[in-house]
């Protein structure tokens, strides 16, 4: 199996807290992924990163912002969590930018904003 | 924009055959990926097509189109443990964005 790593897998907050999710990988994989996956939904790309301290924006990245200060780890944080921001959070590494080569995906972090 | 479709859900009998299919629309996508996701679980890669035609993995094949924007998985001799969520991925545009479907459920009955 891959080693990547999300934490924590669960966590319950209330609004208006900040709230960080980290990923972790030891493939020394050059790009990570943050999505998020909601019923009747498939996964949508919140941010990601093509490098150290490179990141950009996916399809739904208001309302959080990402980190990337070294080549394993992919802070995903919420600076003032919503109830519309829960939901299963995936983080996913890939050797290549182009989907060519197999993306391997965290566990996932279930978070509930109350 | 980036968007891919995909039907929202497919039942198919055991042992059988079916395909689901994809079709985008984007600025260009470099190639077409699919994975599965059972319930509760993470998506784990089936396959890609970088170049049109057809791909064989076993029991799951992929086939591409690039000039219809149009991709299909097909999956052979159906298994209960083929019950699952599966999503085409494009990837590899002007940016490093892999942006998925809308997933299709596949539900096989025996």
């Known amino acids: 199996d891959a080693g990547i790593t999300q934490s924590p897998r669960h966590k319950v907050t209330e609004t208006g807290t900040p709230v960080t999710l980290r990923c972790h990988q030891t493939?020394?994989?050059?790009?990570m992924y943050w999505y998020r996956q909601d019923p009747g939904h498939g996964l949508r790309l919140i941010h990601y990163s093509y490098g150290v301290k490179d990141t950009d924006k996916g399809e739904v990245s208001d309302g959080y912002s990402v980190s990337r200060s070294k080549t394993e780890d992919f802070l995903l944080t919420l600076e003032s969590a919503t109830s519309s921001q829960t939901s299963v959070y995936f983080c996913?590494?890939?050797?290549?930018?182009?989907?060519?080569?197999?993306?391997?995906f965290g566990q996932g972090t279930r978070l509930t904003v109350v | 924009g980036q968007s891919l479709e995909q039907p929202s859900e497919v039942t198919a009998v055991e042992g059988a055959i079916v395909q689901i299919n994809c079709t985008y629309q984007?600025?260009?996508?470099?190639?077409l990926s699919w994975y599965q996701q059972h319930d509760g679980g993470a998506p784990t890669f089936l396959s890609y097509?970088?170049?049109?035609g057809l791909e064989e993995t076993g029991r799951f094949s992929s086939f591409l189109s690039r000039s219809d924007s149009y991709g299909y998985l097909l999956l052979q001799e159906l298994q209960m443990k083929d019950s699952a969520s599966y999503f085409c991925?494009?990837?590899?545009?002007?940016?490093?964005?892999?942006?998925f479907g809308s997933g299709t459920r596949l539900l096989v009955r025996p």
């Open positions: 493939e020394n994989h050059r790009y």
């Open positions: 996913a590494i890939s050797e290549s930018g182009t989907g060519g080569t197999e993306a391997f």
């Open positions: 991925v494009g990837g590899g545009d002007s940016s490093y964005k892999l942006i």
């Open positions: 097509n970088a170049l049109d």
């Open positions: 984007t600025s260009g996508f470099y190639g």
